[in-house]
């Protein structure tokens, strides 16, 4: 009875997380900018260090729109490779046996 409660709340989670990517991709393509974005990213720009403006450099190299789909790849590849499964934990528990 246990198991069938955790794998209930487990889909309510994902559904709620799925219906708030999706209110967040709409309201993103709608407005551009979220409100209070650009004066924060503002803020964090000029507050970063030496260090920082060098990690923000190579961030924003590697969340463009041509280099994020192959990172993602990577990261997959890396995943499966390192411990031998074929990637499926990331989207769903193990059970029990």
Same mark, same amino acid.
């Given at each position: 009875?246990? &198991? &069938? ?32 974005? &650009?004066?924060?990213? &503002?803020? %964090? ?25 192959? %990172? ?26």
């Amino acid at each position: 009875m246990a &198991r &069938r409660g955790w794998e209930q709340r487990w889909a309510i989670g994902v559904a709620v997380l799925a219906a708030l990517a999706v209110a967040l991709t709409m309201t993103v393509r709608n407005t551009d900018l979220l409100p209070g974005e &650009r004066s924060v990213s &503002r803020w %964090m720009f000029e507050h970063a260090g030496g260090a920082g403006k060098d990690v923000s450099a190579i961030l924003d190299v590697a969340m463009s729109k041509e280099v994020a789909p192959v %990172m993602l790849a990577v990261l997959i590849k890396q995943r499966r490779t390192a411990d031998g499964s074929n990637g499926s934990a990331l989207c769903c528990p193990r059970r029990r046996q």
